[in-house]
């Protein structure tokens, strides 16, 4: 598991580095990541409707950002409903 973490944490700050701060994920930040990372697991990940949705909804502090907690809980959720743990 230590290297599917390890892809995960550099895939995030791949992303997060690119619009400034690279412990966030601005919202385009964001929509580049989930469209081109998670493409069969978001349904409609290149609709902008669906990524506003989705980033509210993560975005505990509602400052417009993703950290990597609030970003990780998008992971827990596929995760879970890939390997058909979710209700």
């Excluded at 385009?28 to 909804?57: C, H, K, R, Y």
């Amino acid at each position: 598991m230590e290297p599917a973490i390890s892809v995960l944490v550099a895939q995030f700050k791949t992303y997060a580095g690119k619009d400034g701060s690279s412990s966030t994920l601005s919202k385009d930040e964001f929509q580049n990541l989930v469209a081109s990372q998670l493409p069969t697991l978001v349904t409609n990940a290149s609709d902008p409707g669906v990524i506003d949705q989705l980033m509210s909804s993560l975005d505990q502090n509602n400052d417009g950002e993703l950290t990597f907690l609030e970003f990780w809980q998008l992971i827990g959720t596929l995760a879970s409903k890939h390997g058909g743990f979710s209700q």
